[in-house]
């Protein structure tokens, strides 16, 4: 990997109205510890401010429900679908605070993928299109996913209200920053994916028409934050159910990056299995094109947990900050041990297995 450039993850960074201490994020991690309510509980303020003690300068949550209809995807996942949800976030955000690192609220809308709401019994999907795979025993999935409804367009503008009303919960909760999940073949994900998303009107059609409702979230989002307040968008190729799908090429992500940079947004957050690698053929990362075409800054997430691969990917120019899951899991105070220069173990698998919780990852300790 040629020369180490570890400090660099160890510089300060503006990311909307937010200074990071350091460029290394925590990155969202479905961990279903939640009550069976979606309240975050004192574990999880534990949980999350353990990143923040260990040098982490950002810290994102797993992803949360954002409204009492279709949008929780697992059982016990907190949601900030209501004000007591809301307030049951306040410990947590001090928590992280605490310690002096920013904290961003994910924003999920599970879609197809949903396989536990306490809300509803079925599901809603840009088309009634059977998910691939199936679901996750580690989040208590079993079996196909369900066959899901085509969301009417009712329902499509009530999940987008959704959104802006938890971002403005997420705001009041304390949090520093919104991040709006449209990857990993969540309902965003699948109204941009070709094939999941076979709607014949404005929500349908070729790439830019399907990020339609990306967009109209985008935007809705960032009217009930105000101009302030950071915001940004997960984005992916691959998905939980999917892991190897790909986009129509490099075109088609000049395409979707260029159209996400005219949006309010103060960061991509670009996810891939292996974040350095390149994302067509020959073509660069797929970090590296969201940077180029979009103009944003680029938070880069994929098996960065080498130190020498994550730096080498702000001094590529490739992403401007990096998140970390696994190595994250592996030692909450990865950033201390690395300016330390102190070693780093492996990924123990046992941490998400049977169950990928809390209660789980600290038998195992």
Known sequence: ????????????????????????????????????????????????????????????????????????????????????????????????????????????????????????????????????????????????????????????????????????????????????????????????????????????????ARLRLIRETVQAVRAALGSDFTLGLRISQGKVNDFVHKWLGEQEAADIFGALGGLPLDYLHVTEFEAWKPAFGDAPSLAALARRHSGLPVMANGSLHDPARAAAMLADGAADLVSLGRGALTHADWPNRVRAGLPLDDFDRGLLSPLADLDNAERRR
Do not use: C
Request: glycine share 12%; hydrophobic share 40%.
């Open 1 to 208: 990997m040629g020369v180490d450039h570890t400090n660099t993850l160890f510089t300060p960074l503006e990311l909307g109205a937010l200074r990071l201490r350091n460029r290394v994020a925590v990155a969202p991690m479905t961990r279903v510890s939640a009550s069976a309510e979606g309240l975050p509980t004192a574990q999880m303020a534990d949980y999350y401010g353990s990143f923040a003690g260990g040098g982490f300068a950002l810290v994102t949550t797993e992803g949360v429900y954002t409204d009492e209809a279709w949008s929780q995807g697992y059982l016990f996942q907190p949601g900030l679908a209501n004000d007591e949800q809301r307030d049951a976030w306040r410990p947590v955000v001090d928590a992280v605070h605490q310690h002096g690192a920013v904290f961003i609220a994910q924003l999920m809308h599970a879609g197809a993928l949903s396989q536990g709401n306490r809300h509803r019994d079925d599901t809603r999907a840009p088309s009634a299109v059977r998910p691939k795979g199936t679901q996750m025993t580690f989040y208590r999935g079993d079996g196909q996913y369900p066959l899901p409804h085509a969301m009417s367009g009712a329902e499509i503008a009530q999940a987008v209200e959704g959104f802006a009303k938890a971002a403005q919960r997420a705001r009041a909760a304390g949090f520093d920053g919104v991040e709006i999940h449209g990857a990993n073949g969540y309902l965003l994900d699948q109204f941009l994916t070709e094939g999941v998303n076979g709607r014949q009107d404005g929500y349908g059609g070729a790439a830019l």
